[in-house]
């Protein structure tokens, strides 16, 4: 932004003067002008007054006053006078007296009123003519009133402060103050009156304030006056809760009279006034007055509907709450059927909970896809209203609903070789948020509609779509028949009515005989529920059972309808031969003879179970202790409901009743020595669970428990008897018992014989020596072990070669060392 640079006067001497203009911005920025050259010429000697302009007006007695004096030459003594009012003169101070061109300066007395103040200057005694100025010298305040607001009024937000100004010369500035003279807002003036808009302050109640208004002159007189008011800006309280008959954001479906009720709003300082309306306004500003503390009006006309109160008290505050809407249509039986109209909000969101979409108009719900899809439909005097929930269709498939509306139509599906339960007029194709086609069948093949059809979607609130379809130029007469499916990848995954299979047939659609003796559009109409049932069991399936075993059977039943109850519905628990049913948990069996303990066929009657509840109980079964050709033992489950099936399910096991067999390690050694002896072998329980336990019972003793399982071994105390018998058996751990082995072993009281044929002399290095060994008892008796020692006794005791089956022949090779004498 520029500045002036020398914005006060300077005057030239006589003679050529050059001047020159400079431009400076705030970064220091200049800008110099072309040098222009003017002559000066000074005729006679001049005084100015500068120090205050004429018509000026003042309140002061004494004023300084300053100047500047030209002079025609520098000789002589130089003078400035100042008279005031042609009185006497002053001789004023000059800065530089032997200049050209000096300041001056001087003080006066001014006189009440106007003053003419003259100034002159000369050098030598020759003074120039006067130069003069007026001055208006005043010290009356002016003279201000308030007329807005009056003294002591109640002020309620914004209020324009008003009065009058005036003096004998002339007014300067009014301002007003609110803070006890702190800060003053300029109000504006004309005319003799002033004027202030002013916003008291919010949610002050009952406060009292002081206004200051501050009238300013010309010559500096000011007048303030005050002017106390209360200020009131908070508007009554109290009215909460606004209740009503019908809840804002519902949808009737037949003109009825809402009322609506408040509390009493309160006010310290008076009794507030209530005014109220319901319309089809929505911010309509109410203005009938209410007695008491309620208020009704009928929803007459089909449309939004919206209630309005307000609340004011005695300074003027008020507060006012809009409610609403209140969907109104009009479906109501006695009203004439071409006059109905149904009051659903074309959005995608089916506000089932505020009635837009009633009980009434839902016809059933199909869990087949994983996540309940329902189905609702309606209608009024020129549309059909189809209400589709559970499906996001950007990413669910698409939609398909079949119409039937007047003679005529086709049972053949828009695609694929599936056969309608009726002749179709209508079909309706939602293959995305956005993108619906409507097709029409005109006598012989399906085509697009031009009938203004409309729907919409929500993707939020788990997905809905909204469809209105006119009925066409055709009045409907008849019945109106619907299916409605759900395609994923081109296949059905809901479809309604549920009774229908979803690969068909589709022998079953939604029928209403006539609409318009029809109320209820669900009532009578096809349903089918679906529950869920998972069972488990204790031991699981894969786990082998034997006899005597439990089985704990887990079973839980899910209604996985979103309105219906499952009701009268019962479990049947049949079990395999080898099975019965012991006890149950979870639940009372009623009439307890249904649940008899050993029985395996048992009647379970469930109680209610909620949509989306699920009822756990649990079954512990037994098997019987002999399971011999029952390789696996099986118990059906089954739901139903008024003697139709609902789900069933089957647990198998299989049971392990053969016991493990046992083998010695040795079976073709089957003789002892007497004394302590060590008997080993084997037990295998084939594919059964598992050797428990082997027992072997000595000749003359009882069963006794041996060390190990799979290997086993007994020690036994073999007497001095010819022959000695043990049984050995094995057991499972499902105690199946193997059929004893007996074992017959020769006892060996006689050492076996043995010789060896030495040559006359041995020499060092490798020799081979040959010999016999025999065993007299038991007869042929195999010698198992033969070896040699070759010198001192504590030498090693060398193994021989196995014997030679004929004739118990034995060859040694030996190292004999160099010298050693034979033995």
Known sequence: MATRANSGRTYAASGHATITAIAIDGA???????????????????????????????NQTSLTLSGYARFTSTSGTPSVQVRVNSGATIEATLENPGAQLTAWSATVTLASGSNTIEARAGRGGTFGAFSSISVQRDTTNPNVTVT????????????????????????????????????????????????????????????????????????????IISRDVTVDTRAPEGIDPVTFSVE??????????????????????????????????????????????????????????????????????????????WYVGNTDLSTVCSARGQAITLDGFLDVANNEWTTSEFLDDDERA?????????????????????????????????????????????????????????????????TGTLYEYDGSQWITSSLPWEFAHDSNNGGGTEIRLPF??????????????????????????????????????????????????????????????????????????????????????????????????????????????ESITGITCSPAAACTAGENTWTINLPD?????????????????????????????????????LAT??????????????????????????????????????????????QVRPEGGT?????GTVLWEAVLNVPQVSTYSIDVRALDAFDNTGTPVRYDFTVDTISPTVSITLPATLRGGLVRLLGTATDPLPLGGAITDVEVQLGLETNEWLPAETPHADCGHHQLSVVVPVGLAAD
């Open 649 to 694: 399910a089957t647990r198998t096991h299989a049971t392990d009743s053969t016991a493990p067999t046992i083998a010695l390690e040795d079976p073709a050694t089957l003789s002892l020595q007497p004394g302590l002896q060590r008997i080993v072998g084997s037990a295998d329980d084939g594919t059964g669970i598992g050797v428990a336990a082997v």
């Open 148 to 223: 807005t607001p009056a003294i002591n009024d109640v002020l309620a937000q914004q209020i324009t402060l008003q009065g009058t100004v005036s003096d004998a010369s002339t007014i300067e500035s009014v301002a007003v103050s609110f803070d006890d003279s702190c800060t003053w807002i300029p109000a504006t003036f004309s005319g003799g009156t002033w004027s202030l808009a002013w916003q008291p302050p919010e949610d002050t109640l009952h406060e009292s304030y002081t206004v200051q208004v501050r009238g300013i002159d010309a010559a500096g007189n000011e007048q």
């Open 472 to 581: 066409g130029a055709q009045v409907v007469s008849g019945a109106v028949q619907l299916l409605a499916l759900e395609l994923s990848d081109g296949a059905p995954i809901a479809l309604f009515p549920t009774t229908n299979a979803l690969t068909g047939p589709w022998n079953a659609a939604y029928i209403w005989s006539d609409l318009c003796a029809t109320d209820d559009p669900g009532d009578g109409q096809p349903t089918a529920l679906n529950a869920t049932l998972n069972t488990g069991s204790v031991p699981g399936t894969k786990a082998l059972v034997g006899p005597g075993s439990f089985i704990e059977y887990g079973i839980s039943i899910t209604n996985n309808e979103t309105n219906q109850t499952l009701s009268s519905a019962q479990v049947n628990l049949t079990g395999a031969t080898g099975l019965s049913f």
């Open 28 to 58: 220091g920025n200049e800008t110099i002008s072309a040098p222009r050259t003017i002559t000066v010429n000074t005729p006679a000697n001049v005084a100015t007054i500068t120090s205050i302009e004429s018509g000026t007006a003042t």
């Open 248 to 325: 804002p954001g519902s949808y009737l479906d037949r003109f009825e009279t809402l009322t609506m009720n408040w509390n009493a709003p309160y006010d310290p300082y008076g009794t507030p006034t209530v005014q109220v309306t319901i319309d089809q306004n929505p911010d309509t500003d109410p203005t009938t007055n209410a007695t008491g503390t309620s208020f009704n009006a009928p929803l007459n006309a089909e449309g939004e509907w919206y209630a309005h109160i307000k609340m004011i008290d005695g300074a003027g505050n008020s507060e006012t709450s809009h409610f609403g809407p």
């Open 609 to 645: 179970i909620d949509p989306a509840e699920t009822a756990q109980f649990s079954v512990t079964a037994r098997l019987a202790a002999d399971l011999t050709g029952i390789p696996q033992i099986s118990t059906g489950i089954e739901l139903e409901q008024a003697g139709s099936p």
């Open 370 to 434: 994983g996540q309940a899809r329902m189905l609702y439909a309606t209608w009024d005097a020129d549309h059909f209203y189809i209400g589709w929930q559970g499906a996001r269709w950007q990413i669910d498939g698409e939609l398909i609903a079949y119409l039937d509306t007047q003679t005529g139509g086709s049972t053949s599906a828009l695609s694929g070789a599936i056969t309608l339960p009726f002749a179709a007029d209508y079909a309706i194709v939602i293959e995305d948020e956005i």
């Open 703 to 707: 069963w006794q428990t041996i060390t």
